[in-house]
């Protein structure tokens, strides 16, 4: 791995320790600090989540150029994470999982399928395939969290209503579909692609206020990670953060690989981009929607953190495994 990645890794736990100090220290409160409204990690949450978060999804969904895409690169590389979420979903559940947090699968399913794109996976992509690979690496980016936050969404509404005692198949139905058209991270999505389709550019002043809130998602997610170890410490059992660390790093990237290179196959630059892609740590969005449905944060911030730091180690490995399929 080059130095710049290295550098990225460093200044990821720098700012992970930042936000742990801050919340060890109680700066911005204690948890019962924000009375009903919860403690100050959860506020932190809810502010990515209701304002930074959609201004960039909405930003990102009303610029991107669909006619442009690379389809089969795009294809190959989320038809195995589509297929990774819809596994470990299917398995918690078919396992009883959510019986008791039925957010749990859908929790679980995003910390093993949504990467580090941006603080890691840039750096990765222009350090060690160039200003081509970096293009593609963008490409992908610019529908990775639409595509997962919506999918997991809808799946963790839909658990949600289910869950409650007495309603029928149709009520639940009209309240997950409800619930997941007005849903923070749904809702800026369908307002962008719509914008899009009207073919209207964002006004100056509109696209400048929607970058400026985009651009806080990364350092406040950052220090959110370490303010959620302070003030929920590390979790009962380790291994659950460390199983769903390991099919991140290691059972995405094989899935991505083999059904990309030897299924639509794909092959060269976007092959070896889309596979180190697939291979990021847990990104940071995973904690935010923990946090959005009360679940598991401790876990999540686990997982968040301990592939993170297995990174640099497994990224030379898949690194070898690219250069030998070519």
Not at 151 to 174: C, I, M, N, P, S
Not at 267 to 277: D, E, F, K, N, T
Request: aromatic share 10%; glycine share 10%; with cysteine.
């Amino acid at each position: 791995m080059s130095w710049i990645v290295f550098y990225k890794l460093l200044a990821i736990f720098i700012a992970v320790a930042i936000g742990w100090f801050v919340g060890r220290m109680r700066w911005l409160g204690s948890e019962t600090a924000g009375g009903s409204g919860g403690d100050p990690a959860r506020v932190l949450s809810n502010a990515a989540f209701y304002i930074f978060v959609p201004a960039l999804l909405f930003r990102t969904t009303a610029r991107v150029d669909f006619a442009s895409l690379p389809w089969l690169t795009l294809s190959a590389f989320f038809v195995p994470v589509l297929l990774m979420i819809i596994g470990v979903y299917g398995v918690q559940r078919w396992r009883g999982a959510g019986a008791g947090e039925p957010a749990l699968p859908s929790v679980q399913a995003i910390t093993t399928s949504f990467g580090n794109t941006l603080q890691v996976g840039v750096p990765l992509a222009a350090g060690v395939f160039g200003e081509s690979g970096l293009a593609v690496h963008i490409t992908v980016v610019s529908l990775h969290a639409l595509i997962i936050l919506t999918v997991l969404t809808t799946l963790v509404e839909l658990d949600l209503a289910r869950a409650q005692v007495g309603t029928g198949l149709l009520q639940t139905l009209k309240q997950t579909v409800r619930n997941t058209v007005i849903h923070p991270v749904v809702l800026p999505v369908v307002a962008g692609l719509a914008w899009n389709a009207v073919g209207l550019p964002l006004p100056a002043v509109l696209d400048e206020v929607l970058q400026m809130l985009g651009t806080a998602v990364v350092p406040l997610c950052l220090v959110l990670i370490g303010m959620s170890l302070a003030y929920y410490g590390w979790p009962s059992r380790w291994r659950g953060a460390v199983s769903l660390a390991l099919l991140k790093l290691f059972a995405l990237p094989t899935l991505v690989l083999l059904l990309a290179h030897w299924g639509l196959g794909l092959s060269g630059q976007p092959l070896a981009v889309i596979v180190m892609m697939a291979a990021l740590p847990v990104g940071s969005n995973a904690l935010i929607f923990a946090q959005r449905y009360q679940t598991r944060e401790a876990e999540t911030t686990a997982a968040i953190v301990i592939s993170t730091l297995l990174f640099a180690l497994t990224a030379p490995l898949w690194l070898a495994v690219l250069s030998r399929v070519g």
